[in-house]
Antibody
Framework: QVLLVESGGGVVQPGRSLRLSCAAS????????MHWVRQAPGKGLEWVAA????????FYADSVRGRCTISRDNSKNTVYMEMSSLKVEDTAVYYC??????????????WGQGTTVTVSS | SYVLTQPPSVSEAPGQTARIPCGGD??????VHWYQQKLGLAPVLIVY???ARPSGIPERFSGSNSGGTATLTISRVEAGDEADYYC???????????FGGGTKLAVL
């Protein structure tokens, strides 16, 4: 069974840091690009970051560039999102997603259940 | 940055055909993907590369991309189709992935 399970969310004060994890199972993890997508309460989907299958290339939304770092450990079948200098507007459900095929520009086929990040003082 | 435009809501009666448009600059040159998100759940890919369906997605869901607009068509609408629908593309000019604002489908 193909599965993505996010963890690491919680309540954090503005300006602090948080690391999200996404554990993958049921497929060859090191063959697929991975993404993070977020959804603020009552709002639509917003793409956040992407990483190639081997971690050699990374891409970021303008809203998080410089504050977030995506990474992956293919030996642990896990992708990470390190978030720093958190802002209230970063409050959202964060989903990790696997691309349908191999190429990073393919559709987001497999999604995790999401982990909630709340930035509040 | 690239923008995808969707109507906030669409409504249709059961058994009828619902069409959800997605507009963007030169969208015909891009591959458009569509996601369904039901309340409280993660999104589900229902159409990729303009018109292809992943395994397990009913044939009632179809997509097209021509004439300057991408369109998700849901035939024989059912109550269970009530959800938010998002279009999405990769913008090669900026290396960013873009979602439309989403369309809420109401089944009357």
């Amino acid at each position: 069974q193909v599965l993505l399970v996010e963890s690491g969310g919680g309540v954090v004060q503005p300006g602090r840091s948080l690391r999200l994890s996404c554990a993958a199972s049921g497929f060859t993890f090191n063959s697929h690009g991975m993404h993070w997508v977020r959804q603020a309460p009552g709002k639509g989907l917003e793409w956040v970051a992407a990483i190639w299958y081997d971690g050699s290339k990374k891409f970021y939304a303008d809203s998080v560039r410089g504050r977030c770092t995506i990474s992956r450990d293919n030996s642990k079948n896990t992708v990470y999102m390190e978030m720093s200098s958190l802002k209230v507007e970063d409050t959202a459900v964060y989903y990790c997603a696997r691309v349908r095929a191999v190429t990073i520009i393919d559709a987001f086929h497999i999604w995790g259940q999401g982990t909630t990040v709340t930035v509040s003082s | 940055s690239y923008v995808l435009t969707q109507p906030p809501s669409v409504s249709e009666a059961p058994g009828q055909t619902a069409r959800i448009p997605c507009g963007g600059d030169d969208i015909g040159s891009k591959s458009v993907h569509w996601y369904q998100q039901k309340l409280g759940l993660a999104p589900v890919l229902i159409v990729y590369d303009d018109s292809a369906r992943p395994s397990g997605i009913p044939e009632r869901f179809s997509g097209s991309n021509s004439g300057g607009t991408a369109t998700l068509t849901i035939s024989r609408v059912e109550a269970g189709d009530e959800a938010d629908y998002y279009c999405q593309v990769w913008d090669y000019d900026s290396d960013q992935w873009v979602f439309g604002g989403g369309t809420k489908l109401a089944v009357l």
